[in-house]
């Protein structure tokens, strides 16, 4: 199968070098891979470049942008910056981070799990981070959901989910619009990708409120939306988690903010989340 990588990269030098390494070794090498360097100050666009001369598959977009480290639309908005130069002879797409080392054969298993399953829309594997010396699963990780470091998408969901929402909660939505679309998700156990920077730990406090205006774009609605801010809080220890959350999906709702699904897939999210609760309590 042909994999197209984009990595949007924001002041990535000390991670950048080790995630290409990572992907020029693979034992099913991709085909295409784009670095966008989003308004780095740093060495990025230097060790990128160097890596494009050495590999043919290997381009370099530079764009301009804010100078925050935030979720959601800066991030998509660079993704974009390198999928619109790529062609449309590929049968996997992928959206990767600047700070993964993957295992050397996880394009090979990713491209198996595709070919064996055709109604398999997305996969990956799980991200591991490094403390006290050893590599453990990355701690909020839920096991059925991918991670927004690490996402690759058959073309054909891709398209069916109308690509990435340039919004913060990009990476969830795309999953319940893939199930919408009847598709399967798969996480592979076996595929550990060791991830330098734990999610989160460089994002600018601006994005604080961010979560909650998420969950009031995808339609939750406002009791599913304050449980779902309860969980996460809960699940970070962090009573002012809440708050900041709760004045987020607030603000998104007096301020009308545009959502990012349409009422039909708002009622099957909705119904999707609530099933999932019933179900952990009957």
């Not at 002041?11 to 070098?17: K, M, R, T």
């Not at 080790?18 to 740093?42: A, F, G, M, R």
């Not at 709702?253 to 999932?276: A, C, M, P, S």
Request: charged fraction near 25%; charge should be positive.
């Amino acid at each position: 199968m042909r994999f197209y990588i984009v990595i949007p990269a924001h002041n990535e030098e000390d991670s950048i070098a080790l995630t290409l390494e990572s992907l020029v070794n693979q034992t099913l090498l991709p085909n295409k891979i784009v670095i966008v360097n989003d308004n780095s100050i740093d060495d990025t666009q230097t060790i990128v470049e160097g890596f494009s001369k050495k590999h043919d598959c290997i381009t370099l977009v530079n764009n301009k942008s804010s100078d925050l480290h935030l979720p959601g639309t800066k991030i998509i908005n660079a993704f974009y910056k390198g999928y619109d130069i790529l062609d449309d002879n590929f049968d996997i797409i992928c959206k990767f981070d600047a700070d993964l080392i993957f295992p050397v054969d996880y394009l090979e298993k990713l491209s198996l799990q595709f070919s064996t399953n055709e109604k398999l829309g997305m996969a990956a594997g799980f991200c591991y981070i490094q403390k006290n010396e050893e590599w453990i699963i990355e701690g909020f990780t839920n096991k059925d959901h991918i991670r927004g470091a690490l996402k690759a998408y058959r073309k054909e969901c891709f398209n069916n989910i109308d690509k990435l929402k340039p919004s913060i909660g990009w990476d969830t939505v795309d999953e319940l619009l893939a199930k919408f679309y009847k598709w399967q998700i798969k996480l592979d156990d076996s595929l550990k990708v060791k991830h330098l920077k734990p999610t989160g730990s460089t994002y600018n406090k601006a994005s604080k409120h961010l979560q909650g205006e998420a969950m009031y774009k995808m339609r939750y609605g406002i009791i599913l939306g304050i449980l779902t801010g309860l969980k996460m809080a809960w699940g970070k220890k962090s009573l002012s988690y809440f708050f900041d959350y709760t004045l987020g999906y607030l603000k998104a709702l007096f301020n009308k903010t545009d959502y990012i699904v349409t009422k039909e897939q708002g009622k099957f999210i909705r119904n999707y989340r609530w099933i999932g609760i019933r179900s952990k309590f009957f």
